[in-house]
């Protein structure tokens, strides 16, 4: 099983829209072969063997407290319905240090979520992760989302900016091309 795990500040915004974005790629994805997964999301992805839902685990959280037990943002909730993607239920969490040890690939949105991780991870993680040295004896698990996409930037905060459709477009293609990668 893959096991990701999306994480924005609130939980309320970014990191939900990932989790249902790549849950719909996911549901979306061919049995075996190469070809389009649908129009609606325009991705074509090479699989030597089949993988569906049941492969998966996906989920969201945020590194901070302040919106714990809140639901997705209504705007960030309608961005999603508008591509026919239902949230419904999805409340904020805060990430855990058992959830570093749970999920294969921790994703988040953003510089400042990766510095919130020292909050909540063990030192020596902490610093494994985002040491500028990559370790060979234990892969990372900690990523930026757009890094997926071979793009050195954040998400975009459509909580400061009010523009949610920048944010679908960057989480959508952060998604594709993590789901690309893992599926080679």
Avoid at 49 to 63: C, G, K, R
Avoid at 93 to 98: E, H, L, N
Avoid at 106 to 115: A, E, F, K, T
Avoid at 152 to 168: I, K, L
């Amino acid at each position: 099983m893959i096991k990701i795990l999306f994480v924005c500040h609130g939980n309320i915004c970014r990191s939900p829209m990932a989790e249902f974005v790549m849950k719909k790629l996911i549901r979306d994805l061919p049995a075996v072969g190469k070809r389009e997964i649908s129009s609606s999301t325009k991705l074509e992805v090479e699989t030597d063997t089949a993988l569906s839902t049941a492969d998966f685990e996906i989920a969201s959280a945020a590194t901070s407290t302040e919106e714990i037990g809140n639901p997705v943002y209504p705007p960030a909730r309608h961005m999603l319905a508008k591509h026919g993607i239902d949230c419904s239920g999805k409340t904020a969490r805060q990430m855990t240090t058992a959830d570093y040890e749970h999920y294969d690939y921790i994703v988040l949105m953003d510089q400042n979520n990766l510095r919130n991780l020292r909050w909540i991870l063990p030192r020596d993680i902490y610093e494994r992760e985002t040491s500028a040295v990559a370790s060979n004896d234990t892969p990372r698990k900690v990523s930026l989302l757009m890094d997926w996409a071979g793009k050195s930037r954040d998400v975009a905060d459509p909580w400061y900016t009010g523009d949610f459709e920048a944010t679908w477009r960057d989480v959508n293609e952060g998604c594709k091309a993590m789901l690309k990668a893992i599926c080679k």
